[in-house]
């Protein structure tokens, strides 16, 4: 599992209390040891079954180290899924766990502060002066490039369908039918890249990075982390906190930074852009895309 808090609350008081545990006791203890990431996803029963012991006897473990039952026991490893420290399959696991169990209003909970948690640390973490920086090298950039594959695909076409809304040469990449590297093939110091990506960090993201480096683009880096591939070296880094009790990360970060910045591009931006915008909507009025009003 790898969590510092789970390891010394849990799994150490499992081994500073090995001789004191019965035969029985201690075949659960082991079960746990060497599986802990089966205890956040898993019932009593389960993890009963599993170690060939008797239910109670999960729950007499629990209590021999200082909790008062197994729920108690389970919580510090349902907490690392929830703050991501398993894989995407457990969590999902742990996720079917709580529907069965009728405790969705703690999911409830749990998604709303995770979403306003991530926010809250994205940007305390990032300074007027970073985005402002990152918004005028892209006003005065030929094109600006923005990457997301899976679900940073949709983030990265949101904000490229907005800024086109007042301002042209922003494109989307991957394009249908093409790879990342092929998209910046001719990109250079002139343009922008912005990339996105968070752990597991996607390698076709990673390596379109690297090569606009080589060819002089200006890399703009949105991840999870100071030390993430695609943030080290770039010229603007703007780190996202993605915790989330789902089994892949949050995009509410993602999204915020994306519309902060872009509202800072418009801000530095010269004065035919509200024009820009302007002329845009009024067109889409004209043409009848938008359900106009009865009254």
Same mark, same amino acid.
Do not use: C
């Given at each position: 599992?790898?969590?510092?808090?789970?390891?010394?609350?849990?799994?150490?008081?499992?081994?500073d209390?090995?001789?004191?545990?019965?035969?029985?006791?201690?075949k659960?203890?082991?079960?746990?040891?060497?599986?802990?990431?089966?205890?956040?996803?898993?019932?009593?029963?389960?993890?009963?079954?599993?170690?060939?012991?008797?239910?109670?006897?999960?729950?007499?473990?629990?209590?021999?180290?200082?909790?008062?039952?197994?729920?108690?026991?389970?919580?510090?490893?349902?907490?690392?899924?929830?703050?991501?420290?398993?894989?995407?399959?457990?969590?999902?696991?742990?996720?079917?766990?709580?529907?069965?169990?009728?405790?969705?209003?703690?999911?409830?909970?749990?998604?709303?502060?995770?979403?306003?948690?991530?926010?809250?640390?994205?940007? /305390?973490?990032?300074?007027?002066?970073?985005?402002?920086?990152?918004a005028?090298?892209?006003?005065?950039?030929?094109?600006?490039?923005?990457?997301?594959?899976?679900?940073?695909?949709?983030?990265?076409?949101?904000?490229?369908?907005?800024?086109?809304?007042?301002?042209?040469?922003?494109?989307?990449?991957?394009?249908?039918?093409?790879?990342?590297?092929?998209?910046l093939?001719?990109?250079?110091?002139?343009?922008?890249?912005?990339?996105?990506?968070?752990?597991?960090?996607?390698?076709?993201v990673?390596? /379109?990075?690297?090569?606009?480096?080589?060819?002089?683009v200006?890399?703009?880096?949105?991840?999870?982390?100071?030390?993430?591939?695609?943030?080290?070296?770039?010229e603007?880094?703007?780190?996202v906190?993605?915790?989330?009790?789902?089994?892949?990360?949050?995009?509410?970060?993602?999204?915020?930074v994306?519309?902060?910045?872009?509202?800072?591009?418009?801000?530095?931006?010269?004065?035919?852009?509200?024009?820009?915008?302007?002329?845009?909507?009024?067109?889409?009025?004209?043409?009848?895309?938008?359900?106009?009003?009865?009254?």
């Amino acid at each position: 599992m790898n969590d510092t808090n789970v390891s010394k609350t849990v799994l150490d008081r499992l081994t500073d209390e090995w001789d004191a545990l019965t035969p029985e006791t201690q075949k659960a203890a082991r079960y746990v040891l060497e599986n802990p990431r089966d205890v956040g996803v898993s019932t009593v029963r389960e993890i009963a079954e599993a170690a060939k012991v008797k239910p109670n006897t999960v729950v007499r473990m629990a209590r021999q180290v200082g909790f008062e039952g197994y729920d108690d026991f389970r919580e510090p490893f349902r907490d690392a899924i929830r703050r991501g420290n398993v894989s995407f399959p457990d969590r999902a696991r742990w996720l079917q766990d709580i529907t069965r169990s009728g405790d969705l209003g703690g999911l409830y909970a749990d998604m709303v502060g995770a979403a306003i948690g991530n926010l809250e640390d994205t940007f /305390a973490g990032i300074s007027e002066k970073e985005l402002r920086a990152a918004a005028e090298i892209i006003w005065a950039s030929r094109n600006v490039f923005t990457l997301g594959v899976g679900v940073n695909h949709s983030n990265a076409r949101n904000f490229t369908y907005l800024a086109s809304t007042g301002m042209k040469a922003f494109h989307a990449i991957p394009r249908p039918g093409s790879v990342p590297v092929d998209d910046l093939a001719w990109a250079d110091e002139r343009d922008v890249l912005i990339a996105i990506t968070s752990k597991p960090y996607r390698s076709e993201v990673v390596e /379109a990075v690297r090569i606009a480096r080589e060819q002089g683009v200006r890399v703009i880096g949105i991840s999870d982390s100071p030390a993430s591939p695609i943030i080290m070296g770039s010229e603007h880094g703007f780190v996202v906190a993605v915790d989330t009790p789902q089994f892949f990360p949050s995009s509410v970060s993602v999204i915020a930074v994306l519309e902060t910045l872009l509202s800072f591009v418009i801000a530095v931006a010269s004065d035919e852009i509200v024009d820009r915008v302007a002329t845009f909507h009024k067109r889409r009025h004209e043409l009848g895309i938008y359900q106009e009003d009865p009254s």
